[in-house]
């Protein structure tokens, strides 16, 4: 069974940060591409930012500039950290495993809310 676990969510003013963490149990963070996504309300949802297996990191146009997302693979976890927090960055975020290779799985944490106060 697998189970990722989001935390760090909560309430900041503009300009603040919150770091996000997702721990996994139930399969190899080191081994899969792991993911940041986020929903706001009324919104479909969209990437946040992703890092591969090798390490390779991708952006949300969001986020890019102001978000770095990392991984312990020690500890099968994946951070999100986020400087500059807008009102705009409002949602519940959630994180994500994705399989690499076939078959390509794709798991989704329950997600966290954030939310910006201007």
């Known amino acids: 069974q697998v189970h990722l676990v989001e935390s760090g969510g909560g309430l900041v003013q503009a300009g603040g940060s919150l770091r996000l963490s997702c721990a996994g149990s139930?399969?190899?963070?080191?081994?899969?591409?792991m993911g940041w996504y986020r929903q706001a309300p009324g919104k479909q949802r969209e990437l946040v930012a992703i890092?591969?297996?090798?390490?390779?990191?991708n952006y949300g146009d969001s986020a890019k500039g102001r978000f770095t997302i990392s991984r312990n693979n020690a500890n099968n976890t994946v951070y999100l950290q986020m400087n500059n927090l807008k009102p705009e960055d409002t949602a519940v975020y959630y994180c994500?495993?994705?399989?690499?290779?076939?078959?390509?799985?794709?798991?989704w944490g329950q997600g966290t809310q954030v939310t910006v106060s201007s």
């Open positions: 994500n495993c994705y399989g690499e290779y076939p078959p390509h799985y794709d798991y």
């Open positions: 890092i591969t297996s090798g390490g390779l990191r």
């Open positions: 139930g399969i190899i963070f080191s081994t899969n591409r």
